[in-house]
């Protein structure tokens, strides 16, 4: 058979339970209360003891007709709401409610080769995060300082070396710091030092850093300058 549902114990369940229970300490109780839940002490051909549909214990149904399925009105009640939020539950299930859609959803008109934006206001919204704007100087800066480290040869990886064997540090990585330098052995004279002239300074200049750079580091100049006359 089956195991009921337990829950707390209804009035009527209680009540029908004592009479077998009269008198009696914890201990006595006990065991008479274990063989009444399996349904073994009560009067098997009498149709009014039934279980509880809510708390699931047996219990003596008194009304006239014999129809009550709970054994006390507080059970009665539980079992409404019970059955209430069940309805409500499959409810939601069958009809769920409609999706709001989102602001880009909304807005953005993405599904199309060349998407576009609907509001204005919600375009600024969205966009600020992802495209900043910045001032024509700034934009410079970042570029010059780019083409800086392009002309230095790029980022460059660091020159690790992964030791093998059954050393300690095994699993560690060991940056080199060592330069080794292999020069030829040969009984040629070095050659003749060249050096460059940069003809335009200010050329140079120009093409290597951005105009902002130059106009602080001009103003740095003429600051140390000043500072240098007034000691
Ligand atoms: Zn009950």
New binding site residues.
């Given amino acids: 058979m089956k195991q009921p549902n337990y829950r707390t114990?209804?009035s009527?369940?209680v009540s029908f339970a004592a009479q077998y229970a009269k008198g009696m300490i914890r201990a006595q109780a006990l065991p008479v209360i274990v063989q009444l839940m399996a349904g073994e002490l009560h009067d098997q051909s009498d149709k009014r003891i039934k279980r509880?549909n809510?708390?699931g214990?047996w219990?003596r149904d008194d009304s006239l007709r014999n129809t009550k399925r709970?054994?006390?009105p507080e059970?009665k009640t539980k079992v409404k709401s019970l059955q209430q939020a069940e309805r409500r539950a499959d409810h939601a299930l069958l009809n769920p409610k409609p999706k709001k859609p989102s602001h880009l959803e909304q807005y953005y008109v993405w599904w199309i080769e060349y998407p576009f934006w609907i509001d204005d206001y919600q375009m600024l919204k969205h966009t600020w995060k992802y495209e900043s704007m910045k001032s024509n100087a700034k934009i410079e800066h970042i570029e010059a300082a780019k083409k800086r480290g392009e002309a230095m040869g790029g980022r460059k990886k660091p020159n690790y070396q992964v030791p093998y064997g059954g050393g300690e540090k095994d699993d560690q990585a060991v940056k080199l710091h060592k330069v080794s330098l292999r020069l030829p052995k040969s009984d040629r004279e070095s050659g003749e030092v060249k050096s460059f002239n940069i003809d335009n300074v200010n050329a140079y200049l120009r093409e290597k850093y951005s105009e902002e750079k130059l106009q602080l580091e001009a103003k740095r100049a003429k600051r140390q300058r000043d500072f240098k006359w007034l000691q």
Avoid: E, I, L, Q
Wanted: aromatic content about 24%; proline content about 8%; overall charge neutral.
């Fill in positions: 114990p209804g009527g369940a509880c809510y708390c214990y219990w709970t054994c006390s059970c």
